[in-house]
């Protein structure tokens, strides 16, 4: 099984344990997918293992401080490696904007660089639908001051939506995530302006990509229970 679907389906699945269990593995040398041979890969799946728990433990700031700045320090290493990859500046512009969600008093540093991340990452690959929507959750995460904004990361995420919809089929070469996220987030958007139709329309579309994402699945028994 790739990484990548092994990180995608513990984290539907909100397990955390085998998230940490597979990050130790791979910082080991240890995982066996052949995406995470190469240094480059290995660091951005680090990363987005990082960012995923960290999204999973949002609420404990001990606890997801920690991944996020692993994140940041594994998408630096690959920004090494290749320093045009929009896919790492966007992941990066994300974990950092999360840190200062997390920490409003480390804001200053990290909001700023998470905004120039998210820039050059939009102005590389407009088009690229996990960019649009780490920019979206990234407009999101960073306080107003420094760049937050609730009204661009709905338009992004609704861009990045949009995006995975043109996608047919299993998407070519690596990375390939982020559709489930983007319809389940879209739809909270919705939700959240009594959109509740449209929520349904969008969480159907996660559900068919990841049956087992607890979070949509969730979001539809409520919307279902009215």
Request: aromatic content about 8%; hydrophobic content about 45%; glycine content about 8%.
């Amino acid at each position: 099984m790739r990484i990548e679907k092994r990180i995608e389906r513990d984290y539907f699945q909100q397990n955390a344990a085998a998230l940490r269990s597979l990050a130790a593995g791979l910082g080991d040398g240890g995982a066996a997918a052949p995406e995470a041979k190469s240094g480059k890969w290995r660091s951005y799946y680090g990363a987005l293992l990082a960012y995923r728990l960290a999204l999973l433990s949002r609420n404990d700031v001990a606890r997801a401080w920690p991944y996020t700045d692993r994140c940041v320090h594994q998408l630096n290493r690959v920004l090494v490696i290749d320093t045009g990859s929009a896919e790492a500046m966007a992941l990066q512009s994300a974990c950092l904007a999360l840190q200062s969600r997390l920490d409003p008093w480390r804001s200053p540093l990290a909001a700023p660089l998470s905004l120039m991340r998210i820039d050059k990452a939009l102005r590389l690959a407009p088009d690229n639908p996990r960019v649009l929507l780490l920019g979206a959750l990234a407009a999101g995460d960073r306080p107003g001051f420094f760049g937050g904004d609730a009204r661009q990361s709905f338009t992004l995420m609704r861009r990045a939506a949009s995006a995975f919809e043109r996608q047919s089929g299993q998407p070519r070469g690596l990375p390939g995530w982020g559709a489930a996220d983007a319809f389940t987030d879209l739809a909270q958007e919705y939700l959240l302006r009594g959109r509740a139709v449209a929520a349904r329309n969008v969480l159907e579309r996660a559900l068919l990509v990841a049956p087992d994402f607890a979070a949509a699945r969730q979001m539809m028994a409520r919307i279902v229970s009215g």
